[in-house]
């Protein structure tokens, strides 16, 4: 897939200063600058004068050049970043072989200089037009999360932004672009890149009732569960074992509610419930308003430090009180809220490239990903509250913990 984004250069990367200065390099060199325009990208159509037999042509021949000169300069890392490049183009217009060449002198130039962004970022590109389209934008990710995104070139933002749209990313797509805009490049140039990331959102409001089915995705993993809501701007972790029910969103409320153990009480066995409930707040409500509304009808509450706190401030309390499961030693609640202010990007956190579908021959297929509940605009308070007797505290508050600790906020 190829959108209307900008198709710079990639061979403008390679300082011909450092490749092999023999006749047979340069001039492969040059040729391939030529048809580079061509082949950046595989197209069922062919929309060039110049014939594609014959871009394919130039490119084996300049391969053949670039193979033969690295039996003589092995440790030239300029020479195999052009050969993969040139093997990725050569890909791109149908060469039989080209796909595994450009893996391996890129990998082979990622290992001589590690600390070179270029070759990761070069076959993350080549993966990203392949059946490999999901470990292509992991490497994409990888590459941005180590450099300044100031510091990488417009075309790297480029190729980020035609794979993040095909992986399913929209808010990457929009921060990408919002970065290479600053970087220098027109907003018009993105306009079909804007307007696909906006069309995977549905709007969103408070007064609107959403399925829990809609509203929350969750991933397994060995011990835990992982669930996470867009649309809530919220995701946590669950333990395998816990008995779990996600509520549908009505009124702006994500509520989940959890019980865990049980564990050996005083009267055989008990089982702790906690809380997670997030919402916009009330017009004029503050964070101390809607953290009132879990404790003010226990006297007995007070302020305590959060075990630990998913946010910037978090206001928690504890609640002792033998008003309740008495034949327990009495009740033992804990309460933490705190806020979570609208991201610049929402679902920048929850996203994750996903491949594209493939038929029973293994091959990719058209496809139309689903669209997605916007987050709930503006800020987002949450409660995250034990329901725990004495004789079960210890275990219920290491629960609790576990549970703060594994919040997420978008």
């Not at 040729?31 to 950046?40: C, H, I, L």
């Not at 679902?347 to 709930?376: I, W």
Request: hydrophobic letters at 40%; glycine letters at 4%; one cysteine or more.
């Amino acid at each position: 897939m190829s959108l209307s984004v900008p198709a710079d250069a990639q061979l403008r990367e390679i300082d011909a200063t450092k490749l092999p200065q023999d006749k047979p390099v340069q001039e492969a060199y040059s040729r391939v600058q030529s048809v580079e325009s061509m082949a950046r990208f595989w197209s069922p159509t062919w929309a060039y004068d110049t014939p594609k037999e014959k871009v394919a042509s130039l490119l084996s021949s300049a391969l053949r050049d670039l193979q033969a000169a690295e039996a003589s300069a092995p440790q030239n890392e300029e020479l195999l970043l052009l050969t993969g490049l040139v093997a990725h183009f050569a890909y791109n217009v149908d060469v039989d072989n080209s796909y595994e060449l450009a893996v391996q002198s890129l990998e082979k130039a990622g290992k001589l200089a590690p600390t070179d962004y270029r070759a990761q970022w070069f076959l993350a590109a080549h993966r990203c037009q392949s059946n490999e389209l999901q470990l292509g934008m992991e490497e994409m990710l990888l590459v941005e999360h180590q450099n300044p995104w100031q510091k990488l070139p417009l075309d790297f933002w480029h190729d980020y932004i035609n794979c993040s749209t095909t992986s399913d990313m929209p808010a990457h797509t929009l921060r990408a672009v919002d970065h290479a805009v600053q970087l220098g490049e027109t907003p018009s140039s993105y306009s079909s890149a804007v307007d696909i990331a906006h069309n995977r959102y549905k709007s969103t409001d408070a007064d609107t009732t959403y399925s829990a089915k809609d509203a929350w995705y969750a991933t397994k993993g060995e011990t835990d569960v992982q669930f996470q809501s867009e649309l809530c701007g919220i995701g946590f972790s669950a333990h395998a074992d816990w008995h779990m029910d996600i509520k549908d969103v009505a009124n702006g409320t994500c509520a989940s509610v959890m019980e865990a153990g049980p564990y050996p009480s005083k009267t055989g066995q008990a089982t702790p419930e906690l809380l997670v409930l997030s919402r916009p707040p009330k017009p004029q409500e503050q964070l101390g308003d809607f953290a009132e509304l879990f404790v003010k009808q226990y006297p007995s509450a007070h302020p305590i430090p959060a075990p630990t706190c998913p946010s910037d401030k978090c206001l928690a309390f504890e609640i002792v009180t033998n008003t309740m499961y008495q034949a327990e030693g009495g009740a033992h609640l804990l309460v933490v809220a705190f806020a979570d202010q609208a991201p610049e990007y929402p679902g920048l956190l929850f996203e994750k490239p996903l491949a594209v579908p493939e038929n029973k021959s293994g091959e990719m297929k058209y496809y139309r990903p689903d669209q997605r509940l916007h987050r709930l605009p503006g800020v987002i308070y949450t409660v995250v509250l034990l329901d725990s007797n004495e004789s079960i505290f210890e275990k219920a508050a290491a629960d609790f913990r576990f549970l703060l600790e594994s919040i997420r906020l978008d």
